[in-house]
């Protein structure tokens, strides 16, 4: 027989983990040009200026779904390092750059199915925030509930038409560079639009013409530290 203390423990228990199969997590990823499983087809090289596309795919929803906020940052740099270099003129896809007007994103994709149902509302902005482009999006819908499958949730399309190397006197130069991208936050919207987290891999991402070495998806650099900070990190 269970005593009161024990039998109110086990009914919290199970409270807590009634709620939180009732909001399961998904999880987001990246791949070029379509929608395939995780951690494959990340690594992209420049052959000719044409329109290249990033797909942001995710599974795991439950619950009724009414939309989602994506953000997207692309950034020369390493991705486990602060972006300190500029990014190349091709890739100036915000308002102020070469590409502005040059970036369309839609809410499906080739290789699964979209998340978003037809006739979606969607929005996006684009913007350059210190060293990175940050890619706003956000798509909202009428309540459903999706099934137990791999969902495409954006396709950007970034056109290269202007795009070249090196440094020409017009034109967006610097497409054999390194560009690295990533998701920055991912969230969907249930039916009271509150914003339930999307999970994704920090740290990793799509790469670009990676530089010879770490690339954008190399291990966490080293750097030479005195005992003394070392041994703050253990204070």
């Not at 939180?20 to 791949?31: E, F, R, T, V």
């Not at 990340?42 to 052959?47: A, E, G, I, R, Y």
């Not at 210190?130 to 009428?142: A, E, M």
């Amino acid at each position: 027989m269970r005593t009161p203390a024990r039998l109110a423990w086990s009914l919290l228990v199970a409270s807590l983990l009634a709620g939180s199969s009732a909001h399961a997590q998904p999880h987001a990823w990246l791949n070029w040009d379509a929608c395939s499983s995780p951690f494959s087809n990340l690594t992209k090289f420049f052959s000719s200026p044409t329109v290249v596309h990033e797909v942001v795919s995710a599974n795991g929803f439950s619950g009724t779904v009414t939309g989602y906020v994506l953000k997207l940052v692309v950034q020369s740099d390493n991705l486990y390092n602060f972006p300190s270099n500029p990014l190349p003129d091709a890739w100036r896809f915000d308002g102020a750059g070469c590409q502005s007007g040059h970036l369309s994103i839609t809410p499906d994709g080739a290789g699964c199915g979209a998340l978003a149902p037809a006739g979606a509302t969607t929005f996006m902005s684009a913007g350059l925030v210190g060293q990175q482009l940050v890619i706003t999006y956000s798509v909202t819908f009428p309540p459903y509930t999706p099934g137990a499958t791999n969902f495409v949730l954006a396709d950007l399309a970034f056109d290269h038409a202007l795009s070249a190397t090196g440094t020409p006197p017009s034109g967006c130069g610097g497409v054999e560079r390194q560009a690295c991208f990533s998701i920055q936050s991912a969230s969907w919207l249930d039916v009271y639009l509150t914003a339930h987290p999307i999970s994704f891999e920090t740290f990793s991402g799509l790469e670009w013409q990676p530089s010879p070495g770490l690339g954008c998806l190399g291990d966490l650099p080293v750097q030479s530290s005195s005992w003394g900070t070392l041994k703050t990190l253990y204070r």
